[in-house]
């Protein structure tokens, strides 16, 4: 299989947002959620697992030139059975990818959705 494209949910500056449903994805290495053209200092991502057993969510580290703090490694966050994870913001100098993206891989099948904060509010 392939990473799932996870699209942005938008913020909304002195407003609001009706609660996204989010995007499944599948578990195992190479699979998983990508967050195309990320803005990573200024996403958050909200990773559900309702998969019937616990399991991690790993931010993977990026790659040099970009992510030049790649070698302090990936992002492992655990999320149990029917709960809830809130990731980030996190820092582009170690998690973007040379294509300008955030990867999310699985360890069980979870519903990500990525937020972007805006910046001037």
Not at 59 to 81: D, E, K
Not at 87 to 108: A, H
């Amino acid at each position: 299989m392939a990473r799932t494209a996870v699209a942005y949910s938008n913020l909304v500056p002195n407003g609001n947002l009706a609660d996204p449903s989010g995007t499944a994805v599948t578990s195992g290495a190479g699979n998983g959620g990508q967050v195309a053209a990320a803005f990573p200092e200024l996403t958050l991502l909200r990773v559900s697992n309702a998969s019937g057993g616990s399991g991690t969510a790993t931010v993977l580290a990026g790659s040099l030139p970009l992510a030049i703090a790649s070698g302090q490694g990936n992002l492992a966050v655990t999320v149990a059975n029917g709960a809830t994870q809130w990731i980030g913001p996190v820092e582009s100098g170690r998690f973007l990818q040379n294509d300008g993206s955030l990867i999310v891989e699985t360890s069980v099948a979870m519903t990500i959705t990525a937020f972007k904060v805006p910046r001037n509010t």
